[in-house]
């Protein structure tokens, strides 16, 4: 019973203990809270004040611009099916391969994707092979050139790869849905 009283004494203790340490503590916490509302207030207005930088003479010039002709011979979005006005005649064995994509820096280097006529996609470099014997000589902005045996022919973006099957035509006349009559709905409603 002793080590019961001697208990209930010291958790008194504790709790009366741990009831006066806010009181200590919150000058403390209240001179944080005001440190870090300062820091961020400076830097709110360093933001306004900071001086531009300045543009050193080592910058590097601005490349060529993009050309963007490319987006008036070829529509990502809505594919009509017929040959694209940049097909070009490409040389035998890369005739149903097509361009999907490229990346290409300043010198003809980069890397481009190409669907091979199995459908499979890949990407590769410059100077990687795409299949056995034909390798990716250079990609330009809109094309790549590729090599087989000395032979270069140039393959570019197409709406459907050479010798594939064209989508169907749209419908000839506009596809009108009526609204369900209150009939239909009423048998809908017995049936359900």
Do not use: C, K, Y
């Not at 019961?4 to 001179?31: I, M």
């Not at 060529?64 to 008036?72: E, H, L, M």
């Not at 990502?76 to 994509?101: H, I, K, V």
């Not at 590769?124 to 270069?152: I, K």
């Amino acid at each position: 019973m002793a080590v019961l009283r001697n208990w209930t004494a010291s958790a008194r203790e504790l709790a009366q203990d741990v009831a006066a340490r806010p009181v200590r503590l919150r000058p403390f916490v209240e001179g944080v809270l005001v440190a870090v509302l300062l820091v961020q207030a400076g830097r709110l207005v360093w933001i306004f004040v900071e001086p531009s930088p300045a543009v050193s003479a080592d910058a590097p010039a601005a490349g060529r611009p993009a050309d963007t002709s490319v987006f008036q011979r070829f529509d990502a979005f809505f594919r009509t099916g017929g040959q694209s006005s940049m097909a070009e005649d490409t040389a035998a064995g890369s005739s149903q391969m097509r361009l999907f994509g490229v990346r290409a820096d300043a010198v003809g280097g980069g890397s481009a994707i190409i669907g091979l006529a199995d459908g499979r996609q890949i990407s590769v470099g410059v100077g990687e092979e795409v299949e056995p014997g034909l390798t990716l000589q250079s990609v330009g902005e809109d094309h790549v050139v590729l090599s087989r045996n000395g032979a270069l022919s140039r393959l570019i973006f197409a709406e459907t790869p050479v010798g594939a099957a064209a989508p169907p035509p749209p419908p000839a006349t506009p596809q009108v849905v009526a609204p369900p009559t209150a009939a239909a709905g009423a048998r809908r409603l017995r049936r359900g």
